[in-house]
């Protein structure tokens, strides 16, 4: 699997000093971080160390809560072109659309399972009617849910189980066809197995894609990553690699360190 | 102790509901009983031919016809008057205004909920004494100014049920469409909105019962009790709430009295028809929706 990994990958993403507080309450202090393509980097840390904010940070989706307040630097690669995306005029439906984020429990519009991937391709990506079955289909084999759900796509989606849930928010994602995927803890209420068709499908995607994946499971970023952050209060304490994630001493130390 | 208290509550909810109910039913039944044998082609057109009155060749005398058919538009209008104002209102303020506008906002929607009708009547005939001495010396009371009077009475309703509604939405949904590149106008009117659909609907069912029951703006405000169909939107005209108070107060005969009944059964089945219409736009648009057909 990690067999032809670059050594020293061009990042696609990169944070310099970031800051985001709520309220005037500072949840990232001075953050930095860079992200590689064809990667998936795990971010691990305590519940409320900001790992979610700083995902959110990445397409501008904080802005969104009253009170937030973001400083710093966040570049970021798209189209083979670095985009600043807090200095210019890039439009956020545009940034959003290229930096596709699965958020921490499944966040389905009220409408049918098909439905839930055609209107963002209809408004987002303003495709012509007879082009977006095609792509909802495409999106769903992509996801590995064609199967599941190919019989009943005008079901409404919130009859799908938690499992199913994620991977259509992902298909809806992907559907859109991002660069940078943004996946907080995808496998939060799933159990092992439905855990394992996640992350199998997160290695399938790695090559196309930056990856940056939230977990709060060890275990987890071990079978994924191939580079680690670990977050400790609002800020990057310590950066992995997957070599030192799976050495079983760093386990220890780290066990210890976050949990 | 506990077990006592919730079976006691619970006892109290249900004499709650039965007895709301009951009253529905009686005062249905009451109606119903008293006007349905009134409810005849003569009740509507008098001695009119019907088609003849349908078709507005012939004045219809001692029917409440042309009361029914302004009380429908009288309705209609004020509607298209107080329906995207009242939503527009109620979406700025859930969604757009700022904290300290929309405390004072807020307030000002409060207080026009606390108008009695009969004051918005008032204003309204202030409004063309006014009109009258300075700009505009032909103007006087109309159906167009008691839709704008009866407007603004129902405009607090429309607003507060908008306004509830889309702030009850759960937050994620509006996260939703943001965090996959939709425009905050698209949010709205693609998200926001048909999930909000069934609270805005009753906002709007609520308006148009009052709308179409209110006497007291109407009074003071041009209906008339014969002025035959609407001329135009600048007429006089007659209103069933109207002719219902007018045959109330002045029968003079048990045959008048049975006209009055009557007519409330019309008014009653009138807004019932509206209510339906209103459900089964609402019920379609959510349809539709939910499959996307509209949409793509
Ligand atoms: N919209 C918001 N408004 C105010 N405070 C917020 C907001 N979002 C996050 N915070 C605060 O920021 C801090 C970090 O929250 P965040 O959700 O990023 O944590 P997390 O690392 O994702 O935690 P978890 O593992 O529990 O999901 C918390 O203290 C939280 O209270
Ligand atoms: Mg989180």
């Known amino acids: 699997m990690e067999a032809k990994r670059p050594v020293d990958l061009e990042p696609s993403v990169r944070v310099e000093h970031l800051h985001v507080s709520f309220g005037g309450r500072e949840v990232l202090h001075d953050l930095s971080a860079q992200f590689a393509p064809g990667e998936i980097t795990v971010i691990l840390g305590r519940s409320g160390s900001g790992k979610s904010t700083f995902l959110r940070a990445l397409n501008r989706l904080n802005e969104c809560f009253p009170g937030s307040a973001t400083r710093g630097s966040v570049r970021l690669k798209l189209q083979g072109q670095w985009r600043d995306i807090y200095r210019e005029a890039l439009p956020l439906t545009e940034l959003r659309r290229r930096v596709g984020m699965v958020m921490q429990t499944p966040h389905l519009l009220p409408v049918s399972i098909a439905a839930n991937l055609a209107l963002p391709l209809k408004l987002v990506l303003g495709l012509p009617r007879r082009e977006i079955p095609a792509r909802v289909a495409g999106a769903l084999k992509e996801a590995h849910l064609w199967e599941e759900v190919a019989d009943r796509l005008d079901a409404p989606a919130h009859t799908l189980s938690g499992g199913q849930q994620q991977r259509l928010c992902l298909a809806r994602v992907l559907a859109l066809e991002p660069e940078i995927l943004l996946v907080d803890e995808p496998t939060a209420s799933l159990d092992f197995r439905a855990s394992l068709k996640v992350e199998e499908l997160l290695l399938s995607l790695k090559e196309r894609y930056t990856i940056i994946a939230v977990s709060h499971s060890l275990s987890q970023a071990r079978r994924l990553a191939d580079a680690a952050l670990i977050f400790r209060d609002g800020s990057v304490a310590e950066r992995l690699s997957r070599e030192d994630l799976q050495a079983p001493d760093t386990l220890q130390a780290l066990l210890e360190e976050i949990f | 102790m506990i077990k006592r208290l919730t079976s006691l509550a619970q006892a109290c909810s249900w004499l709650a509901v039965v007895t709301t109910l009951g009253l529905v039913l009686l005062l249905l039944g009451f109606l119903g009983l008293r006007g349905f044998d009134a409810l005849n082609p003569a009740l509507f057109f008098g001695k009119t031919p019907a088609w003849a009155a349908i078709t507005a060749r012939l004045p219809v005398w001692h029917g409440i016809w042309p009361a029914c058919v302004g009380t429908v538009t009288l309705v209609l209008l004020a509607s298209l008057l107080a329906i995207p104002l009242g939503l527009a209102s109620g979406i700025y303020l859930a969604s757009y205004a700022p904290g300290p506008w929309k405390r004072w906002f807020a307030l000002a929607v409060e207080l026009l909920a606390a108008i009695p009708s009969i004051v918005m009547g008032l204003f309204g005939f202030a409004l063309i004494l006014f009109l009258k001495k300075t700009l505009a010396?032909?103007?006087?009371?109309?159906?167009?100014?008691?839709?704008?009077?009866?407007?603004?009475?129902?405009?607090?309703?429309?607003?507060?049920?908008?306004?509830?509604?889309?702030?009850?939405?759960?937050?994620?949904?509006?996260?939703?469409?943001?965090?996959?590149?939709?425009?905050?106008?698209?949010?709205?009117?693609?998200?926001?909105?048909?999930?909000?659909?069934?609270?805005?609907?009753?906002?709007?069912?609520?308006?148009?019962?009052?709308?179409?029951?209110?006497?007291?703006?109407?009074?003071?405000?041009?209906?008339?009790?014969?002025?035959?169909?609407?001329?135009?939107?600048?007429?006089?005209?007659?209103?069933?709430?109207?002719?219902?108070?007018?045959?109330?107060?002045?029968?003079?005969?048990?045959?008048?009295?049975?006209?009055?009944?009557?007519?409330?059964?019309?008014?009653?089945?009138?807004?019932?028809?509206?209510?339906?219409?209103?459900?089964?736009?609402?019920?379609?648009?959510?349809?539709?929706?939910?499959?996307?057909?509209?949409?793509?």
């Open chain 2, 137 to 296: 010396p032909q103007a006087n009371t109309c159906l167009l100014l008691s839709a704008g009077c009866l407007a603004l009475l129902v405009l607090p309703y429309l607003i507060l049920m908008t306004q509830t509604t889309l702030e009850a939405l759960p937050s994620e949904l509006r996260l939703t469409g943001l965090s996959l590149g939709f425009t905050p106008w698209q949010n709205l009117v693609h998200i926001l909105l048909p999930a909000g659909g069934r609270g805005i609907l009753s906002g709007v069912i609520l308006a148009v019962g009052r709308a179409a029951e209110d006497t007291a703006v109407i009074l003071l405000t041009g209906v008339v009790a014969n002025a035959g169909l609407p001329s135009g939107i600048l007429g006089k005209y007659e209103a069933l709430p109207f002719h219902i108070f007018y045959l109330a107060a002045e029968a003079r005969s048990d045959a008048e009295l049975a006209q009055g009944f009557g007519a409330a059964l019309v008014l009653l089945l009138l807004t019932a028809a509206l209510f339906l219409g209103a459900y089964y736009l609402q019920n379609t648009l959510a349809k539709a929706w939910k499959q996307k057909d509209l949409l793509i």
